[in-house]
């Protein structure tokens, strides 16, 4: 055996062997560690609710003593999610009021000669049939009725108005 480990062969054998034997246990060796990192993700934001009225139903309107008889318009309307998320409807409010949601008047006639969904006269009536989420894009229709009311005094300045509604959805 000293022979053969002595010679050119034997010592190039003796490298193999030995180089085999490293690899094979180097093949099994291996460290452990952890690690750690930071990133981000950026969220978007809400978008303004789209709301308008798309239809009418209904007769002209004529003072009447009693809320929720006589000549009632039915305003159909649609509320829009714009947005690329879902968002959560609250409720839609309707009124009679200029498009920026100031008092309207026109002579003696305004708001106070109105009912908006069979609110108390020249107030303000929430509608939360459409309330519930909203898919992105989604749009719901739904519907207020408005009515003119006998307030006892002289509605002149109210004949043949087109009587401005605000919606407002949160």
């Not at 009693?66 to 009124?95: E, F, M, R």
């Not at 908006?116 to 006269?121: E, L, M, T």
């Amino acid at each position: 055996m000293k022979k053969v480990l002595t010679s050119k062969k034997g010592i190039v054998l003796l490298a193999v062997v030995i180089a085999v034997v490293a690899s094979a246990v180097g093949a099994y060796a291996y460290f452990t560690s952890t690690g750690s990192g930071t990133g981000t993700a950026t969220v978007g934001t809400d978008s303004a609710w789209i709301v308008g009225q798309t239809g009418s139903a209904g007769p002209s309107l004529y003072p009447d003593a009693a809320i929720g008889t006589g000549n009632i318009q039915t305003k159909t309307y649609t509320i829009h999610n714009p947005s690329a998320g879902n968002q959560l409807l609250t409720d839609v409010k309707v009124k009679v009021a200029n498009a920026d949601g100031s008092p309207w008047t026109s002579g003696t006639c305004s708001k106070n000669d109105f009912s908006v969904g069979g609110a108390a006269v020249g107030t303000t009536s929430t509608d939360a049939d459409s309330a519930g989420d909203f898919l992105a894009g989604e749009t719901r229709t739904d519907s207020v009725t408005v009515q003119m009311i006998d307030n006892n005094a002289n509605q002149n300045d109210c004949r043949t108005l087109t009587v401005p509604l605000y919606f407002f959805a949160s």
